[in-house]
């Protein structure tokens, strides 16, 4: 009976664990949620849209590009089609160049406030920020110390082996940016024919921009698990 005692208590002691951790984890996938919609909100307001819009057609030309290219390697072995190709990722380095310039221009009157007072729009930014984190704090309070001190660990181990991964994938691209793909695809176009010995240049030209796409989106993944690790910290503090 003792044992049988026991074996319920650790079955329910393992139940209430998954529920906590379900519960803790759940604050966070709200905090993530809201960010979404809030940075919607915004991207609807300032047009801020339309540079998403511009990376996800650079994203769809550079993908025609490499399946273009791919093909003709394996299949049709075609210099008129080699050159499509290369054109399609002449016009993704050129929408990827071209995204902070449509930056300046959609958000040109922000810009003059940053030049003319720029304490007053960071002051403006941290404070669209603090609505937003209070909400979390408070559900935050709710967990014990324990449970954010688990969470706060489980994050920091997460994060820490994202941008381990990261490294080993993008390496020195975070760097140095697309420079070296712009040079390699400078190199291939200059050339009438590319012999096989070439091949690596045009490895490089075709392989940086999809590791630059990859690092922006796990960049901005790692910003969020920063946040919430600096808010769990807080609260934490507090207790």
Known sequence: ????????KCTGEEKMDKRHIDSLYRIIQVMNNKRIKENKKLAKLNHSRKITVLFFISIIILLISIVIQLTNIYTI????????????????????????LFFVLIHKKTIKKIISNPFDVLLHNSKKCAVNDLRIIKSLRTKSKKELELLKLELIAEKNESEKRVSL???????????PGILALIVTVSKIEISPNDNWILAIAYSIPVFYFIGLVIQGCLSQFSRSIQLIDYVINEK
């Open 1 to 8: 009976m003792k044992k049988i005692s026991q074996e319920s």
């Open 77 to 100: 072995k075609s210099h008129f089609i080699s050159n499509i190709s290369l054109l399609f990722l002449m016009i993704s380095y050129i929408f990827i160049v071209a995204q902070p």
């Open 169 to 179: 994938l993008i390496g020195a691209i975070e760097k140095i940016g697309i420079f």
